[in-house]
């Protein structure tokens, strides 16, 4: 379906500058990654209002060529030739990297071949110039038959260029376009021709600043150097970049920093989160013990309080460390150093049959397991695709943040933040171990599982490094942050008022004697006694056979089962059950009493002791609770055999696991 309004989209390479481009006309801030594959999507915009140009502005994810690689790259090329929702566009506006001319005209020189109408930004001048060397854009929009533009979308330096000549070729008649056209690029002597034909136009259009004999030898020099390059991956990045992947991408101390990052990124969450916690904490307590000081204690503030502002608040307290989470990770992104993860992993990936494409996805997985699984679309090998879409589910999401931050807030002292960093940091380094472990089991079995071939290459190209800007990390990071609240949020509530129902109710009156029945005294024995009998009790007492060996009664294991549907429902669950009143309005410090002073139903043994609570995390990091994770692994794999099969194999994992670990950790000593 064709739009009314002129549609404009920008293609480029990855790392060309396209995004930051879309940013600059739509007044928006999307995300710039710095490796390819990580845009999945089509982000959709109107020009800013002072260019005075009424079109529909699209920003699509990087591509190298017009034959694509993966499936991803297949559904981008489709979307480029017909649109689903905006039919064919009236212009492309394409993105090509001066400083890497040789390798970004090929995509330009398809595009016009197959009867685009294209305007030509020329990025990345600075760099060029750090090479003493410039480009002459005029010569080379003469050469294309197109016109071209030099811009910085940064500073806005050439913008206004370029909406002249996106208004003039807007005003041209429309071109034929020919998708089978395409078909030709994969003939391997038209692309010598083409890559003969490019060289000679960038020996036409680079030219030496100050063109002094001296000058002159060093730019032809440079210029060679990226010319002649037999490998495409080495050539020449800016000189500073050069010096510190040096150092960075260094085959072992490359890796100890890596790692220290990581550590560091996820010890940082706790300290760094704790003054908003204890505020989101203190609001919510305070609301708690308003409801209950103006309406009494009566079934109906019961609800308010417990069933629905604990019930939400023993989530949003963990609201600040997913926010910290996603502005560390999108510093880190923007800064081009994530992109040396990938090439400094691929090596370990490859042993166990997978590359360093898969980063980028099993990344992604420590947001959510559905957008990473989405993610490894781009991975053009078939097996590898499926491999890592099995062990995305390892990864610990920012919906088992929550869980993890309560258990080891229980078992470290409140003064020792960093411990507790620590083990947050362990947990990711164990989830991303066993994922590589599983996946390499996986390899052994051949095609038992995973029925493809296993062939592939891993080429990334690198970005230079630069300093983010800040203003979109944050903005990006709130994005985020507000995706993870709608996402959980309703399911939260609505599992939050389920289980304060099934806690309720049948309301029993206990006979408490000689205690004041308007005192709080008689209100937590009371709760106590409505718990044993409720509906929730029952339901639970069904499942408290396979809690035993464990260790645990009912409470924990109806704690379990609504977080199939979300995991970060295990904490409101338990708050609930427990009837968590706040303590000097803090809700979480009295959500671990109550967890440290409960009783095994019928005993006088802790329900939480150091052993369960370890082989709480050990459950929380295999099993697969997430239905909408079934729902897109199946969606991706094309069936039911591997979604069922990961259900099956993580779960069984994780109770094994978690037996093991709690038998073991008694067996020495601790209880």
């Known amino acids: 379906m064709k739009s009314s309004q002129p549609v404009v989209i920008l293609i480029g390479a990855p790392n060309s500058g396209k995004t930051t481009l879309f940013n600059h006309l739509s007044g928006k801030n999307f995300k710039t990654v710095n490796y390819p594959g990580s845009t999945i999507e089509y982000h959709t915009s109107g020009f800013?209002?002072?260019?005075?140009?009424?079109?529909?502005?699209?920003?699509?994810?990087?591509?190298?060529?017009?034959?694509?690689?993966?499936?991803?790259?297949?559904?981008?090329?489709?979307?480029?030739?017909?649109?689903?929702?905006?039919?064919?566009?009236?212009?492309?506006?394409?993105?090509?990297?001066?400083?890497?001319?040789?390798?970004?005209?090929?995509?330009?020189?398809?595009?016009?071949?197959?009867?685009?109408?294209?305007?030509?930004?020329?990025?990345?001048?600075?760099?060029?110039?750090?090479?003493?060397?410039a480009i002459d854009a005029e010569a080379l929009g003469k050469l294309l038959t197109v016109r071209a533009v030099k811009i910085n979308a940064k500073t806005?330096?050439?913008?206004?260029?370029?909406?002249?000549?996106?208004?003039?070729?807007?005003?041209?008649?429309?071109?034929?376009?020919?998708?089978?056209?395409?078909?030709?690029?994969?003939?391997?002597?038209?692309?010598?021709?083409?890559?003969?034909?490019?060289?000679?136009?960038?020996?036409?259009?680079?030219?030496?600043?100050?063109?002094?004999?001296?000058?002159?030898?060093?730019?032809?020099?440079?210029?060679?150097?990226?010319?002649?390059?037999?490998?495409?991956?080495?050539?020449?990045p800016e000189s500073k970049t050069l010096k510190i992947d040096n150092f960075l991408l260094h085959p072992f101390w490359g890796l100890v920093i890596f790692f220290f990052v990581m550590a560091l990124t996820f010890a940082s969450i706790f300290w760094l989160a704790l003054?908003?916690?204890?505020?989101?904490?203190?609001?919510?307590?305070?609301?708690?013990?308003?409801?209950?000081?103006?309406?009494?204690?009566?079934?109906?503030?019961?609800?308010?309080?417990?069933?629905?502002?604990?019930?939400?608040?023993?989530?949003?307290?963990?609201?600040?460390?997913?926010?910290?989470?996603?502005?560390?990770?999108?510093?880190?992104?923007?800064?081009g150093y994530l992109a040396r993860g990938a090439m400094l992993i691929d090596k370990p990936l490859s042993k166990i049959g997978l590359n360093g494409r898969s980063f980028v996805p099993m990344l992604s997985g420590f947001a959510c397991a559905v957008p990473a699984i989405l993610a490894a679309r781009t991975i053009p090998n078939r097996r590898e695709r499926l491999?890592?879409?099995?062990?995305?589910?390892?990864?610990?999401?920012?919906?088992?943040?929550?869980?993890?931050?309560?258990?080891?807030?229980?078992?470290?002292?409140?003064?020792?933040?960093?411990?507790?960093?620590?083990?947050?940091?362990?947990?990711?380094?164990?989830?991303?171990?066993?994922?590589?472990?599983?996946?390499?089991?996986?390899?052994?079995?051949?095609?038992?599982?995973?029925?493809?071939?296993?062939?592939?290459?891993?080429?990334?190209?690198?970005?230079?490094?630069?300093?983010?800007?800040?203003?979109?990390?944050?903005?990006?990071?709130?994005?985020?942050?507000?995706?993870?609240?709608?996402?959980?949020?309703?399911?939260?509530?609505?599992?939050?008022?389920?289980?304060?129902?099934?806690?309720?109710?049948?309301?029993?009156?206990?006979?408490?004697?000689?205690?004041?029945?308007?005192?709080?005294?008689?209100f937590q024995l009371a709760n106590s006694e409505r718990i044993e009998n409720s509906f929730a009790a029952m339901i639970g007492k069904v499942i408290e056979p396979v809690m035993k060996p464990l260790g645990m009664d009912w409470r924990i294991g109806l704690s379990l089962v609504p977080t199939f549907a979300a995991r970060e429902v295990f904490v409101s669950s338990l708050a609930l059950i427990f009837k968590v009143t706040a303590?000097?309005?803090?809700?979480?410090?009295?959500?671990?009493?109550a967890m440290r002073n409960a009783k095994i139903a019928g005993s006088n043994e802790p329900l939480f002791t150091a052993s369960k609570v370890v082989g709480l995390i050990v459950f929380f990091i295999f099993a697969l609770q997430c239905m909408s994770t079934i729902a897109v692994s199946k969606q991706e794999t094309g069936g039911w055999r591997i979604p069922l099969l990961q259900l099956f194999i993580y779960s069984t994992l994780a109770y094994a696991l978690a037996f093991i670990t709690i038998h073991g950790l008694q067996l020495f000593g601790i209880p």
Request: proline share 5%; with cysteine; glycine share 4%.
């Open 275 to 335: 003054p908003l916690m204890n505020l989101v904490d203190y609001v919510f307590a305070f609301l708690n013990h308003a409801v209950i000081r103006e309406l009494g204690h009566t079934w109906f503030s019961d609800f308010i309080a417990f069933g629905v502002i604990d019930g939400v608040g023993a989530v949003s307290i963990f609201v600040p460390q997913i926010i910290i989470l996603f502005l560390i990770l999108g510093f880190l992104e923007d800064t």
């Open 583 to 593: 303590k000097d309005n803090q809700l979480q410090v009295s959500l671990i009493s």
């Open 48 to 133: 800013q209002s002072q260019f005075n140009i009424d079109a529909i502005l699209l920003d699509s994810p990087g591509i190298i060529s017009v034959i694509p690689n993966s499936p991803d790259e297949e559904v981008t090329i489709n979307s480029l030739f017909e649109h689903p929702s905006f039919g064919k566009p009236d212009l492309i506006i394409t993105t090509a990297d001066a400083s890497q001319l040789s390798r970004h005209l090929l995509l330009v020189k398809q595009l016009i071949e197959c009867g685009f109408k294209v305007v030509v930004a020329i990025t990345m001048n600075d760099i060029l110039k750090d090479k003493s060397l």
């Open 156 to 236: 806005g330096e050439g913008i206004s260029e370029l909406l002249e000549a996106v208004k003039s070729s807007l005003q041209e008649p429309a071109k034929e376009i020919k998708k089978e056209v395409c078909e030709r690029w994969n003939d391997s002597e038209n692309l010598i021709k083409t890559f003969s034909e490019i060289e000679e136009i960038e020996n036409k259009v680079l030219r030496p600043l100050n063109p002094s004999q001296e000058q002159l030898e060093k730019a032809n020099k440079e210029l060679s150097s990226l010319i002649l390059q037999e490998d495409e991956n080495k050539i020449l």
């Open 387 to 522: 491999l890592t879409i099995f062990v995305i589910p390892l990864m610990s999401c920012s919906a088992r943040l929550p869980v993890y931050v309560l258990l080891l807030s229980f078992l470290t002292p409140p003064d020792y933040y960093w411990l507790a960093g620590l083990g947050l940091a362990a947990i990711y380094v164990i989830s991303i171990l066993s994922s590589l472990l599983i996946a390499a089991i996986i390899k052994r079995f051949n095609n038992k599982i995973i029925k493809a071939k296993d062939d592939s290459s891993f080429i990334l190209e690198l970005p230079t490094y630069k300093f983010p800007k800040l203003s979109i990390v944050f903005h990006n990071a709130m994005i985020s942050a507000k995706a993870y609240l709608s996402r959980a949020g309703l399911v939260i509530l609505s599992i939050s008022v389920i289980l304060w129902f099934l806690t309720y109710f049948p309301d029993y009156n206990p006979n408490i004697p000689n205690i004041n029945k308007a005192s709080e005294e008689y």
